[in-house]
């Protein structure tokens, strides 16, 4: 049965760096037929797609977020992490790891809280 | 970047009754959407993708319809288990998605 868990930070400051991992198991994160990728949604909102990252290494974007992203995978380690810098409230959320397909997200993680404030 | 608008945002339903939730594209998607259902605490469900055909595991009374800029997700008749919120979600420029702003079915 394919797992993922998000570890993050809980609390990051203002105008620092977000960094979160998600880390799979159940299943190789190098399997040619998924995106791994990260979703956020806060309180009372829908869900707003971050990135995604193929096995290879490319990866696609939020336009939005793009300037202040990366998504990284570590095949080694079957992870793959979220690095978002110069953060504001407006990033607090709660994050999730996801597998994608072609046409839907069927695994998720169980979410990681994380706070911006000082 | 594709916009995707879901209405109402609440509805209220008594068990039993059959549900019909909207979802409109800002542009076309084809049938390239997928519905999802979440409860508090949980993270969202998948339910439909392909704008019709049911995910792995969904019962039958939940069904898709709809292409292009317009759809439709209906239940049936609603079951106890069924009140949540649903998105609706686009994948046209898949890995790209965009969700809706989600409906939430409550008890009546």
């Known amino acids: 049965q394919l797992q993922l868990q998000e570890s993050g930070p809980g609390l990051v400051k203002p105008s620092e760096t977000l960094s979160v991992t998600c880390t799979v198991s159940?299943?190789?994160?190098?399997?040619?037929?998924?995106?791994w990728g990260w979703i956020r949604q806060t309180p009372g909102k829908g869900p707003e797609w971050i990135g995604s990252?193929?096995?290879?290494?490319?990866?696609h974007y939020n336009p939005s977020l793009k300037s202040r992203l990366i998504i990284s995978i570590d095949r080694s380690k079957n992870q793959f992490s979220l690095r978002l810098t110069s953060v504001t409230a407006a990033d607090s959320a709660l994050y999730y790891c996801?597998?994608?397909?072609?046409?839907?997200?069927?695994?998720w993680g169980q979410g990681t809280l994380v706070t911006v404030s000082s | 970047e594709i916009m995707m608008t879901q209405s109402p945002a609440t509805l209220s339903v008594s068990p039993g009754e059959r549900v019909t939730l909207s979802c409109r594209a800002s542009?076309?998607?084809?049938?390239?959407l997928a519905w999802y259902q979440q409860k508090p605490g949980q993270a969202p469900r998948v339910l439909i993708y392909?704008?019709?055909t049911r995910a792995t595991g969904i019962p039958a009374r939940f069904s898709g319809s709809g292409s292009g800029t317009e759809f439709t997700l209906t239940i049936s008749s609603l079951q106890s288990e069924d009140f949540a919120v649903y998105y609706c979600?686009?994948?046209?420029?898949?890995?790209?998605?965009?969700f809706g702003g989600g409906t939430k079915v409550e008890i009546k």
């Open positions: 996801a597998r994608q397909s072609e046409v839907e997200i069927d695994y």
């Open positions: 159940g299943d190789s994160i190098s399997t040619p037929d998924y995106y």
């Open positions: 990252i193929y096995f290879s290494g490319r990866a």
């Open positions: 542009q076309t998607v084809a049938n390239s």
């Open positions: 392909g704008a019709s």
């Open positions: 979600q686009q994948y046209n420029n898949w890995p790209s998605l965009t």
